[in-house]
């Protein structure tokens, strides 16, 4: 399938496609749901969203899975090193680096803004020593960052049918959604890594802080933080979902399905009667099965379209 992917996309050169081929195994290990939605794109787009789900996964591995090799500032030196190494990588037109050189490629092919990477690298650098958000507009400060960038990144490779500036506040708001939805999902494993990605000024409101969260048992309070938080993540849903209209029609039913797959964690949370601090609810296989089959047969027609 990957072969099959790098050759519709045009891209020949060996040591390229080999660099594609490893950020398309982190995007299959890693961002299952992700990975799913993007096999609804064309196979000459998939490379390009592979390299940029590489990119994220990369820097956020750096962050997080290096714990107990590397001190905090270590890792802060390394990630430092990296993304400088990148950037420069995209402002000279090639790099060594595994995964930067594809993702370099895919910068330069689609123009997409230096500054989205950048701002990526500044959010990954505040996980290293922020541990949580007072207000929901500081938490909002990090995501943009962390989910918003990438909804951007995105766009120029989901090709929109009007100009980009007219599709980007959707991707916006669907990148956060994205996001706050996988927070509210692993509440209990960011506690666990120091981090409370809730602002705090919800907690208050709530009369639930740190030490009721680390207690691991849902109750009354926490059980509506985290409706709370479900009910504001779905009006972001709501809020892009028109923007889906806007993008190249073979590029629609992955951006849905995706909607669909991520917004199926919230029903799951709630399913689960919002146990998510001792447990990682998820989207099951049938469910993800029963979204994307149909999404695959809409995607094939339009592309013979």
């Known amino acids: 399938m990957s072969a099959r992917e790098l050759d519709a996309a045009g891209i020949t050169d060996p040591a390229l496609r080999a660099s594609y081929e490893r950020c398309r195994r982190l995007n299959a290990a ?3 749901t992700y990975y799913l939605a993007t096999l609804l794109l064309p196979p000459a787009k998939r490379p390009y969203v ?3 789900y590489g990119f994220a996964r990369y820097a956020d591995e750096i962050v997080d899975d290096l714990g107990s090799t590397l001190t905090a500032a270590e890792k802060a030196d390394w990630l ?4 400088a190494r990148f950037l420069a990588g995209v402002r000279a037109g090639g790099s060594d680096d595994p995964i930067g050189r594809a993702v370099v490629d895919t ?3 689609w123009d997409i803004p230096l500054a989205l990477f950048e701002d990526f690298l500044a959010s990954m650098r505040m996980d290293l020593t922020v541990t949580g958000y007072r207000t929901y507009a500081d938490l909002m400060g990090y995501v943009w960052g962390s989910a918003a960038v990438i909804g951007l990144q995105m766009v120029p490779v989901l090709e929109p049918t009007v ?8 991707a916006v708001d669907l990148g956060v959604a994205f996001q706050l939805s996988n ?5 209990g494993e960011d506690l666990r890594r120091g981090r409370v990605y ?20 849902v109750d009354g309070p926490i059980r509506r933080l985290l409706a709370f938080e479900i009910a504001r993540t779905r009006e972001l849903y709501r809020a892009a979902g028109p923007g889906v209209r806007l993008l190249h029609p073979t590029s629609r039913d992955c951006i849905e399905t995706a909607i669909r797959l991520y917004g199926g964690i919230l029903d799951e949370v709630e399913r689960a ?20 089959v149909p999404g695959l047969a809409r995607a094939f027609a339009a592309r013979r379209g």
């Open 198 to 217: 809730l602002p705090g000024e919800d907690l208050d409101l709530f009369g639930v802080d740190r030490p009721r969260l680390a207690r691991g048992v």
């Open 80 to 83: 430092a090193g990296w993304g």
């Open 107 to 109: 910068v330069r092919r």
């Open 30 to 32: 890693h961002g299952r």
């Open 183 to 187: 927070f509210i999902r692993d509440v």
């Open 163 to 170: 100009p980009r500036a007219v599709a980007e506040p959707y």
């Open 50 to 52: 592979h390299a940029l």
């Open 273 to 292: 009667d919002y146990r998510v601090l001792d447990r990682r609810v998820a989207v099951g296989p049938a469910r993800r099965a029963r979204v994307a």
